[in-house]
């Protein structure tokens, strides 16, 4: 069936250095994606969004780049830091209505 | 900013109970939702609303029911609690945007059933 995942559980980066997470969509007809980030004892938190018409949206230290072609989404974090720490989703609609799909989630451990 | 609110962070209840899991949102938005999150299963969607009064089924909505009498509350109602059911509960709400977009969650109420 469709669905939405991430090709790495684990992600451990050091201090200042980017991060990028990668998420991978089956669905083809995904025209909205977004990236959640989820700090301990907390509910996601909305990082970013991008629509389908767009390859590339920055926000404030962070990049979300689409390629629809091999159906791949990534999050760029720059100088990351220890704040950043948390797990990351990646989500897609296709014009349901806000009906979500999530992906499994990446861990982002921040090394000082 | 957004606020969803859930009224507790940790519940501990006894199989067979009923359990009524409440959410508030104060920015008037229209849709509202309900998820669960299990470690290795990620975020599930157990039902959602479009308006007051209504509901949907989502993915997994067996064991469970839903109410949505005032637009900021929707309040989740597990009918005879089971140890299955124990998770973290997330709600969210969004407003309409056509299906694009962003859900804002609550900081999610961790059950325990016992």
């Known amino acids: 069936g469709e669905s939405v995942g991430l090709h790495l559980p684990t992600l451990s980066v050091q201090e200042g250095d980017n991060s990028i997470i990668n998420c991978a969509y089956s669905?083809?007809?995904?025209?909205?994606f977004i990236w959640y980030k989820q700090e301990s004892g907390k509910g996601p938190q909305f990082i970013i969004d991008?629509?389908?018409?767009?390859d590339k949206r920055q926000g404030q230290r962070v990049t979300v780049l689409l390629n629809k072609t091999v159906k791949h989404l990534s999050l760029q974090i720059a100088a990351t830091q220890p704040g950043d720490s948390a797990v990351y989703f990646c989500?897609?609609?296709?014009?349901?209505?806000?009906?979500?799909?999530f992906g499994g989630g990446t861990r982002l451990m921040v090394k000082p | 900013d957004v606020k969803v609110t859930q009224s507790s962070r940790y519940l501990v209840k006894r199989t067979g109970e009923k359990v009524f899991l409440e959410c508030v949102q104060d920015?008037?938005?229209?849709?509202m939702f309900w998820y669960r999150q299990d470690p290795g299963l990620g975020l599930r969607l157990i039902y959602f609303?479009?308006?007051?009064?209504?509901?949907e089924k989502g993915d997994i909505p067996e064991g469970y029911s839903v109410s949505r009498e005032k637009k900021e509350r929707f309040s989740l109602i597990l009918e005879s609690a089971s140890t299955n059911q124990t998770s973290m509960y997330l709600c969210?709400?969004?407003?309409?945007?056509?299906?694009?977009?962003?859900?804002?969650f609550g900081n999610g109420t961790r059950l325990t059933v016992t």
């Open positions: 969210a709400s969004s407003s309409p945007g056509g299906g694009n977009s962003p859900l804002h």
């Open positions: 669905n083809s007809a995904s025209d909205y």
């Open positions: 991008i629509r389908s018409n767009m």
């Open positions: 989500a897609e609609s296709h014009n349901a209505g806000n009906m979500l799909t």
């Open positions: 920015m008037d938005h229209e849709n």
């Open positions: 609303s479009y308006d007051v009064k209504m509901k």
